[in-house]
């Protein structure tokens, strides 16, 4: 099992850049592929960005690629987004997420553990 507890969100004007951090506890953090997830008010809860348990592979969704990075420091148990660039429409609240090392990161419907969320809201 891990346990996940992100941080980072805030306001931010069009533009400007947030890095959410997600700490997780667990004594096989590294044997987890992890993810973000969104949820806007009035729609589902999408799968924005995933990486491998090896940090070796990627997945973002279209509508952040080449603005939002993420990646993980398998050392600090914690796994990071960073946000660039950002929209109104990037406004939302954040999960961090974590699937097994066998699953499939980039299928939203494969992560098993959650954090609470943090919100993010771009102003326009």
């Known amino acids: 099992q891990v346990q996940l507890v992100e941080s980072g969100g805030g306001l931010v004007q069009a533009g400007g850049s947030l890095r959410l951090s997600c700490a997780a506890s667990?004594?096989?953090?590294?044997?987890?592929?992890m993810g973000w997830f969104r949820q806007a008010p009035g729609k589902e809860r999408d799968l924005v960005a995933g990486?491998?348990?090896?940090?070796?592979?990627?997945y973002y969704a279209d509508s952040v690629k080449g603005r939002f990075t993420i990646s993980r420091d398998n050392a600090k148990n914690t796994v990071y987004l960073q946000m660039n660039s950002l929209k109104p429409e990037d406004t939302a609240v954040y999960y961090c997420?974590?699937?097994?090392?066998?699953?499939?990161?980039?299928?939203?419907?494969?992560?098993?553990?959650w954090g609470q969320g943090t919100q993010v809201t771009v102003s326009s």
């Open positions: 997420a974590a699937t097994g090392w066998t699953n499939d990161y980039r299928l939203g419907s494969e992560y098993d553990y």
């Open positions: 990486i491998s348990w090896s940090a070796g592979s990627s």
């Open positions: 667990g004594r096989t953090f590294s044997r987890y592929s």
